[in-house]
């Protein structure tokens, strides 16, 4: 039996990231190694798992097929591993978070702090995805808790309400339409956008609504947040499209403003997504209840 639970997780962390060195960056090791790593476990399973490009790495079907056991087998590693810390260390939980970037910049930094002020003891493992990944990652338990932007999908996970949000467009103070009281979206394609990275649920939905009134959506840029989305719209590469409130920050600093985006589906829902509520460990399950009633909480005050 050579398997090891380190080359498992290097495996995993190749094919979610889809290079070797992305991998060994956030793995924190080198990339010669994870490739060692790979082959020789490559040579033990006696099949190749990955096939290698000038682009980086796709896994092949025997590469999916290990992927899923390994997730399992990691996983279940880490709830011994767990388990024995609690009498160990009093360590008493750990929860892997997976949320797209519109609730971790709203309502996730406030949430989780008061969180673990009654949980010091529980560890959250927060990653940034966008809402399509995060909902896979929590069906195939590589995530505890997922927050998402609510649109139809068809994985097998639990759901429940959290927040809510609206877009408005974010311009230059100088520009042509900062000085309106609403904006159409139609108007506004007339412009360069500035967009989050491949795969944002804005970037999906302004692209489906651009179709649907046969006209293009121009994004020039594509960045991973919205600090650096402000950053460019200040800079004169173009408008964007983000929840209202955020450009706050950004205001004085950049000369940046928001518009209110006159369109319907500009008003969004937030949702946290579980495989099962039996599923859930103790930690997990009071992550949940806790932010459903910090949301209930916000309503009650407005």
Sequence with gaps: MKLDPVSLNLFIAVVEE??????????????????????????????????????????????????????????????????????????????????????????????????????PAVEIRLEERNSLVT????????????????????????????????????????????????????ETLEWDFVGLRTGSAINTQLTQVANRLQKDFRLRIQVTGYDALCLMVSAGLGIAIAPRNLTKLFVKRLGVTEVPLAESWAHRHLGIAIRNRESLSPAAEALVTHLQARAVSRRTKK
Excluded at 31 to 46: F, G, H, N, Y
Excluded at 83 to 97: C, H
């Design 18 to 119: 889809g290079s070797i060195a992305a991998a060994a960056e956030r793995e924190h090791i080198a990339a010669p190694a994870v490739s060692k790593r790979i082959s020789a476990l490559e040579e033990t399973l006696r099949t190749t798992l990955l096939t290698r490009h000038h682009k980086g790495t796709e896994p092949t079907a025997a590469g999916y097929a290990l992927l899923n056991l390994s997730r399992r087998a990691v996983n279940y590693l880490d709830d011994i591993h767990k388990e024995m810390l609690d009498y160990a260390s009093g360590t008493r939980g750990q929860v892997r978070v997976f949320s797209n970037i519109s609730a971790i910049t709203q309502f996730l930094p406030d949430d989780l702090a008061t969180f673990l002020v009654d949980h």
């Design 135 to 186: 909902l896979r990652s929590v069906a195939e338990n590589a995530a505890d808790v997922g927050i998402f932007t609510v649109e139809p999908h068809a994985e097998a996970v639990e759901t429940f309400p959290y927040e809510e949000d609206e877009l408005s467009v974010v311009v230059r103070s100088d520009h042509t339409l900062a000085g309106r009281k609403s904006v159409r979206f139609e």
